[in-house]
C-alpha cells in the first residue's frame, strides 16, 4: 500500500533515497537508507514512526538540506531537491527536538532574526502573525528565559514557519513534557494543519502518532516496513482481546473456558486473545454462556498503532 502518487498533489516525494556511510577505518559500509520511497499530499499530516537508528533523522536531513543523499531523487513541494536546492529549501521548515533559542532575545527578537537568516525582507515578515496563531502574542517581548515549557516549544514551531514553508517536519515536538502540555501543543499542531500546513510527524509517543495523524510512514533499519491510512493497516491486524466482567467472583473457570483459551486474570474478570478471522463474537459468548457464567459487562480491545507498530518492527 502506498500513499498518492500523484505528483501533482504530493507535498512531499522521495524515490529509493538512498544514504551510505563508508567507515574506512572498519573498511565497510553503513546504509543508512536503502531505497526508500514515499509521497505525502499536500495539506496532510503523516507520522513518520520507527525505533532509535531506524533511519528517521537521516530522511529529515536529506530533506532539509543538511545531509547530502547517495542515490534517488526526493521532491519538496515539486522542487527537485538536486536542481532547485534553495526552493526546495524554503520550501519546508523544521522543528528539532532540542529548544535551540537565545534566552536573552524575546519572542518578537528570536523570530525577526530568524525572518532575517531566511533572507526575507523586512516588510514580508510575518512575525506578529505568527505570535498571534501560536498564542504567543502576551509574551511576545519577554525574555525567552521566562516562558514556559509550552510557550518554548510553540516559539520553536514559528521559527521553523518564518518563511511560511507549506510544509513542516516537527521531530518528537512533546518529548518530555506532562500530559496537559501535550493536549496544548496537539491544539497547536492541529490548527495549522487544518489552514493549510502540510505536516510530518516523528514520534515515540504512538498514541500521539494514532491521534493526529490520518496516514503513517514506518521505518526501520533503513528502510520502509509499512505505509498508507492507519485505520485501514489496523484493520488487516488479525488479533483482538475482549475482557469478560462477570456477576459473581469465581476462583477457577471451566475446563471448557480454560481450553478455549480464556485466561482468569482476578475473581471479577477474564481475557481472551483472538483472531477474529477464526472465531467470532458470537462464537465467544454462547461458550461463556453455556457454562452458565453470567456477564456483567464486555471490553474488546481493538488494534492500536502499537501494536502494527510491534508486529513490523523487530
Sequence with gaps: MKLSLKSENNALKVNKLTKKYALKSQNKEIIALNEVSFSI??????????????????????????????S??????????DKSVNKAKLSIGVVPQELVMDPYFTPRETLNFQSGYYGVKKKNYITEKLLEKLSLKDKSDSYVRYLSGGMKRRLMIAKAMVHNPPILILDEPTAGVDVNLRQTLWDSIKELNRRGTTILLTTHYLEEAENLCKDVVMINKGEIVVQGEIKKLLKNIDHKSVNIYIENQIKKLPEELTNFGF????????????????????????????NNIKIKDIVTNEPSLEDLFNNLVE
Design 72 to 81: 534517488g531523487k526526493a521532491f519538496i513541494n515539486g522542487f527537485d531537491l
Design 41 to 70: 499530499d499536500k495539506g496532510s499530516m503523516v507520522a513518520l514512526l520507527g525505533p532509535n537508528g531506524a533511519g528517521k533523522s537521516t530522511l529529515i536531513n536529506i530533506l532539509a538540506g543538511i545531509t547530502n543523499k547517495s
Design 263 to 290: 485466561s482468569l486474570k482476578n475473581e471479577n474478570y477474564f481475557l481472551l486473545d483472538y483472531k477474529p478471522s477464526e472465531i467470532s463474537m458470537e462464537n465467544i459468548l454462547n461458550i461463556i454462556l453455556k
